[in-house]
């Protein structure tokens, strides 16, 4: 096993150790073991699985914020978003932008008026970010304030 694989093996195996949920225990464990035989495949699971629960701790933080604070949707979601690692870090924005099922060129020039491709990896993932959180986002407050506009 080279170096980078036998790495992220060793992160899978210690993320499985600390994980409080089975399912995803269990998971862990299973990418480490086929991590031999498919270690781009290996890679790519594993940064949506870390996508996947990214998107909606956010999402949760979002509709808490709404629901207890009071908050505006559209401005809790910038603030949860503008201030999320993954979209801070450089080399977290190739995660979001590898995980992802959006289109940041897409969402850049419907979204933000502007042509062509974002101007950095950190525009692409909060972009990519931005609209998954709001499509994960489930609360009655946010949907009420969403029907008002």
């Not at 914020?65 to 450089?90: K, L, P």
């Not at 419907?110 to 491709?117: P, S």
């Amino acid at each position: 096993m080279s170096g980078p694989v036998h790495y992220l093996a060793d992160m899978l195996r210690e993320a499985a150790e600390r994980c409080e949920d089975e399912h995803d225990r269990r998971s862990y464990l299973y990418e480490a073991r086929q991590i031999d035989e498919d270690p781009l495949g290996v890679a790519y699971r594993m940064a949506q699985f870390w996508y996947r629960h990214e998107v909606g701790g956010i999402a949760r933080e979002v509709e808490r914020r709404c629901r207890e604070e009071g908050a505006d949707v559209s401005d809790a979601m910038h603030e949860e978003c503008d201030g999320a690692g993954c979209v801070i870090y450089t080399r977290e924005n190739y995660g979001v932008m590898m995980a992802s099922q959006e289109c940041a060129w897409d969402l850049w020039g419907e979204n933000y008026g502007h042509e062509g491709a974002p101007s950095s990896p950190m525009h692409a993932a909060y972009v990519l970010l931005h609209e998954d959180v709001s499509n994960a986002v489930e609360c009655d407050a946010c949907e009420s304030e969403d029907d008002n506009d």
